[in-house]
C-alpha cells in the first residue's frame, strides 16, 4: 500500500474509532435522551469522512464540545387558569452554539416537549443556520404546555410568564427564538409584548416571527414551506425530474404543510392528502386547499371537517396511514419520527421518487437506510426545512436596518437561499465520496463551517 493511502486507512479508522467513542460517551451521559442520541448518531455517521480528511478536528475535540449545548436553561412557568387554578409547567431554552452568531432557534409548546426533544432540536438547529450561510448560532425553546383547548386569555398568561424568565437570557445580539410548534404570530406577539415591557425598550431584533405591523418579515410565514417546495424542485431539476402532475402527500395542516402544499401546486403539484394529529384526509384529485387554510389558520378546526365540504374525500382515524396512499413526493411536515420502517417500506413499494423532510427528524434512521438503499432523492430536514430560519435571519436584517422589504424581494432572497443549500450540500457529498447523498452532504457542510470558527475562536 502507497504511504498515502495508508495515512488515509489509518485516519479513517481513527474517525471510526472516534466517532464511536464520542457517540458511547454521549449515551452515557443522557441516557434517557433518545431523540437527542438519535439525531447525533445521525450527523456523526456522515463525519467520518471529514474527520479521517482533517484530523485536526479529532486533536480539537470538536464533536465532543459540539455536544454539549453551552448553557442550558430550565425553568418553572407558574400560571393561573381560567378558573383561578394555579398550573406550573417547565420551559426550556438551550443554546447550543454560538459559533457563527447569536443564538437562534424556535419555541415549541407541545406536552411532549422535554430536555431531550429540544435537545435535539437545537442540536440539529446548529447545522441547519450554518447551512443557510447567515450569521446564526444554534439554540431552541420550549415549554411542556398544550395550548389545545386553552382560552385565548389562559395562552396569554401563559405565555407571558414564560416570558419573564426566558427575557433574562435573551436579546437581539444574544439569542433570538421565533415560533415552532404551537407557537404561531399570535404566541410571539404575546411574547414580544412581554419582554418589551420587562426591558422597557423596542429591541425590535429580539423574536423573529412577529406580525408584520411591528417588524415582523413579510413571506416568514409562508418561508418553511415554501423553502421546502424550491429545494424538491431544484432537486428534480438537477435529476432531469419535473413536479409537473406529481402526486404529493404531505403530513400534517400547519403551517409548514400548509405553505409547502401552496408552493408544491404553484410548481405544478398535485398535493393528495394531508393530516393533522386525529387523521388524514385523501382527496384523490387534490386537496382544495382554501378549505384547509381556513380551516385551520382561521376556524382552529379539525382536519376531518374537511369533508363535511368535500364529501367525495375520505378521512381515516390515525395518522401513519397517510403513507399507506401510493404517491411521488412524501413530504412529512408534523412532527419527528413519523416515518418508521415499515412506513418507508411502504412508500417504497409503491413507487415514491422522493421524500422531502419539512418537519425535524420525522423519518427514523432506520427508514432514512431504506430510502438511501433504495435509491429515493432524499432531503434532510436542515437542508430542505432551512427557509424559515433563513428569513428570520433577513427579519434580523430588516429590524437592524430599520427598514422593511416587499414580499418579492424577501421570496426571492429565499428562493436563492435554498437553492445555494441545494448546491452547497450536492456538492460536499460529491467531495466526500456520496454523490447524490444529501444526509451526507448537509451534515458535512453545516459541521464544516461550524467547526473552523469554533478552532478559530479557541477553546472557550
Ligand atoms: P404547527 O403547530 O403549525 O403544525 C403542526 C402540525 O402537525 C399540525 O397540523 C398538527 O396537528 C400536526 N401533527 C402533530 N403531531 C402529528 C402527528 N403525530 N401526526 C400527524 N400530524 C401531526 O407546527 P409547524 O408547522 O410550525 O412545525 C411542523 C414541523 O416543522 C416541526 O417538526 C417543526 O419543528 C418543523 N419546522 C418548523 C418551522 C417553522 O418555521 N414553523 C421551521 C423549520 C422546521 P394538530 O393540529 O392536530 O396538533
Not at 98 to 127: C, D, M, W
Not at 186 to 204: H, P, S, T, V
Not at 443 to 457: P, S
Request: charge should be negative; hydrophobic fraction near 40%.
Amino acid at each position: 500500500m502507497k504511504t498515502v493511502e495508508k495515512m488515509e486507512f489509518s485516519y479513517l479508522q481513527q474517525a471510526k474509532d472516534y466517532v464511536d467513542e464520542v457517540y458511547e460517551m454521549v449515551k452515557k451521559r443522557n441516557p434517557d435522551q433518545v431523540e437527542f442520541q438519535q439525531a447525533v448518531k445521525e450527523v456523526f455517521d456522515s463525519l467520518i469522512p471529514v474527520l479521517a480528511k482533517h484530523p485536526n478536528y479529532m486533536q480539537q475535540a470538536i464533536l465532543e464540545r459540539m455536544v454539549e449545548p453551552e448553557r442550558t436553561i430550565t425553568f418553572r412557568v407558574p400560571w393561573v387558569d381560567d378558573k383561578g387554578k394555579v398550573r406550573v409547567n417547565r420551559g426550556y431554552r438551550v443554546q447550543f452554539s454560538s459559533a457563527l452568531g447569536p443564538y437562534k432557534g424556535g419555541i415549541r409548546f407541545h406536552p411532549t416537549v422535554n430536555e431531550s426533544i429540544i435537545k435535539f432540536l437545537g442540536f440539529e438547529q446548529t447545522f441547519k443556520n450554518s447551512l443557510t450561510g447567515q450569521p446564526i448560532g444554534g439554540a431552541k425553546g420550549g415549554a411542556d404546555f398544550d395550548p389545545k383547548g386553552k382560552s385565548e386569555m389562559e395562552i396569554m398568561r401563559f405565555t407571558q410568564s414564560f416570558m419573564t424568565e426566558l427575557s433574562k437570557h435573551i436579546g437581539p445580539d444574544l439569542d433570538v427564538p421565533a415560533g415552532d410548534i404551537g407557537v404561531g404570530a399570535k404566541e410571539i406577539g404575546y411574547m414580544f409584548g412581554q419582554y418589551k415591557k420587562l426591558r422597557g425598550a423596542y429591541e425590535a431584533g429580539v423574536l423573529t416571527g412577529k406580525g408584520i405591523g411591528y417588524g415582523g418579515s413579510l413571506a416568514r410565514k409562508e418561508a418553511t414551506g415554501y423553502g421546502t417546495a424550491y429545494f424538491m424542485d431544484a432537486m428534480f431539476k438537477d435529476n432531469g425530474l419535473s413536479l409537473d402532475g406529481c402526486k404529493v402527500i404531505v403530513s400534517g395542516s400547519g403551517n409548514v404543510s400548509i405553505y409547502a402544499m401552496e408552493k408544491m401546486v404553484e410548481l405544478g403539484a398535485n398535493v393528495i392528502a394531508c393530516s393533522d394529529s386525529d387523521g388524514y384526509i385523501y382527496d384523490e384529485n387534490g386537496i382544495y386547499l382554501e378549505t384547509v387554510k381556513r380551516l385551520k389558520e382561521e376556524e382552529q378546526g379539525r382536519i376531518r371537517e374537511y369533508i363535511k365540504e368535500h364529501p367525495h374525500a375520505m378521512f381515516k382515524e390515525g395518522c401513519s396511514g397517510i403513507w399507506e396512499i401510493p404517491c411521488d413526493i412524501a413530504l412529512p411536515c408534523a412532527t419527528q419520527n413519523e416515518i418508521d420502517d415499515s412506513a418507508a417500506r411502504l412508500l417504497v413499494a409503491n413507487g415514491v421518487k422522493a421524500v422531502g423532510e419539512g418537519a425535524n427528524m420525522p423519518t427514523t434512521l432506520e427508514a432514512i437506510e431504506i430510502f438511501l438503499e433504495n435509491n429515493i432523492l432524499f432531503a434532510p430536514a436542515k437542508a430542505v426545512n432551512a427557509g424559515g430560519v433563513a428569513v428570520s435571519a433577513l427579519e434580523m436584517a430588516q429590524n437592524s436596518a430599520r427598514l422593511a422589504w416587499s414580499f418579492e424581494e424577501v421570496d426571492s432572497k429565499l428562493y436563492e437561499i435554498m437553492n445555494n443549500i441545494y448546491t452547497t450540500s450536492t456538492k460536499a457529498a460529491e467531495d466526500y465520496g456520496q454523490p447524490g447523498n444529501l444526509v451526507l452532504g448537509a451534515n458535512i457542510a453545516g459541521f464544516i463551517k461550524v467547526a473552523d470558527a469554533m478552532i478559530a475562536q479557541g477553546i472557550i
